[in-house]
């Protein structure tokens, strides 16, 4: 008996999936609960478990896209448990076996490590691989070797097309974009074409809450078991901002403005596969102490890959913070529909005038991208100069005044 796998659903507004990888080969007995693909979203990336036990039988390979509901696997219930544990990897060395015989023009060149193009090329030119000398990984011989071996051959110079083409292979290297990649392209180009977006930048002292993270940072640490960052100020000056200007705690919906009143913040973190944007929610009624104790669980689940979709929706704003990576000034793209998105950049030591005064001050440039479709400019720069007078007086925000 034969059951069907199919894609889950994984949010309201996704449709389809990407089918990112296979942890279990063709014609491999699994059992109930062990996981057997991963599949990838613009959002989120989850592992997909059998919940038969029985061997796997591929639908679909890796990189197609398919639709909430379609089968990706399927698995033969009535075939018989191995009697062994390695089954997988004899079915693996089989069919290896098979396409190497298949792929060789002799049993003297199948010997030889060579990818399937050099194999293809090398039997069309008539060339023994065995007498061909790889540099590729592990000696392994690549197109470019069989060219050379060709070209020896005939002792001319290879045709100028086919010389032009294997050192533009040698200068470039040529891969197909990850489906992760490949939606969040897509979001950001839609995110410009949607958007009226605009941007404007001020700067804000940091001494302030340099100096009042460096009194706190101890007995912070020491009662909460987290540190005092940088990023719970923002999220808290945030907050004060949009209860500040409402119209940047709203959002477009057809020819309707839906206003929030509520503040769940998302934070860009950056990870291997893309950046993802987890959402802290109601963060005008948590303290500084939960909102640091939300950003390091929330890092710990994007390192893992454990952020689940729930994770990722229903953000009203965005922070994201470029000074990490080295970042001076940049203008950060709206995350729809959010009509707002804040860019935090380095600190840097620059002199500033206070009191008539040239002094020396750690300075950092603001950006707030906005949809001006629905935020106007007076309202923009408000909200911005908002965010810097609670940084710029951060024991206001502590004490709720």
């Not at 399937?116 to 392994?140: C, F, H, N, Q, Y």
């Not at 490949?182 to 979001?187: L, M, V």
């Amino acid at each position: 008996m034969s059951h069907e796998i199919k894609i889950p659903s994984v949010g309201e507004s996704i449709t389809s999936a990407t089918l990112g990888a296979w942890h279990k080969a063709e014609g491999e007995y699994v059992k109930a609960g062990e996981v057997i693909l991963t599949i990838e979203t613009d959002k989120i990336t989850t592992e997909l478990e059998s919940d038969r036990s029985g061997v796997l039988h591929q639908l679909a390979a890796v990189g197609d896209e398919l639709a909430i509901g379609a089968p990706v696997a399927s698995i033969d219930e009535s075939a018989t448990p191995p009697a062994d544990a390695a089954p997988a990897a004899a079915a693996l060395a089989k069919e290896e076996a098979a396409s190497a015989a298949k792929a060789a023009p002799t049993a003297e060149s199948a010997a030889v490590k060579a990818t399937p193009v050099a194999r293809k090329m090398a039997e069309g030119e008539g060339i023994d691989l065995s007498r061909v000398s790889g540099t590729g990984t592990g000696g392994k011989i690549t197109k470019a070797d069989v060219l050379d071996a060709a070209s020896s051959k005939s002792g001319e110079a290879a045709p100028a097309a086919t010389t032009a083409a294997t050192s533009e292979a040698k200068r470039t290297t040529r891969k197909k974009m990850s489906p992760l990649r490949r939606k969040i392209a897509t979001h950001l180009v839609n995110a410009q074409q949607e958007a009226a977006i605009l941007t404007t930048f001020n700067e804000v002292d940091m001494s302030a809450v340099m100096d009042l993270r460096k009194r706190l940072q101890d007995d912070f640490t020491a009662r909460n078991g987290v540190k005092l960052g940088f990023m719970s100020f923002f999220i808290k000056a945030v907050v004060e901002a949009l209860k500040s200007v409402p119209a940047v705690n709203a959002r477009i919906e057809g020819d309707e403005i839906i206003e929030n009143h509520f503040h769940d913040i998302g934070v860009a973190v950056g990870t291997e596969k893309g950046l993802i944007v987890p959402v802290i929610r109601d963060c005008d009624q948590k303290s500084f102490a939960q909102i640091e104790k939300d950003i390091v669980d929330y890092a710990a689940k994007a390192r893992d890959g454990k952020l689940g979709l729930p994770d990722l929706q229903g953000g009203v704003f965005t922070i994201t913070n470029g000074g990490i990576y080295g970042s001076l000034l940049s203008t950060p793209i709206l995350n729809p529909p959010q009509s707002g998105i804040l860019g935090m950049h380095s600190i840097q030591q620059r002199p500033v005038a206070v009191d008539g005064q040239v002094v020396i001050r750690p300075m950092m440039y603001l950006a707030l991208s906005y949809d001006h479709r629905l935020v106007d400019g007076k309202e923009a720069v408000t909200f911005l100069v908002r965010v810097k007078q609670c940084i710029e007086s951060p024991e206001r925000m502590l004490l709720g005044a």
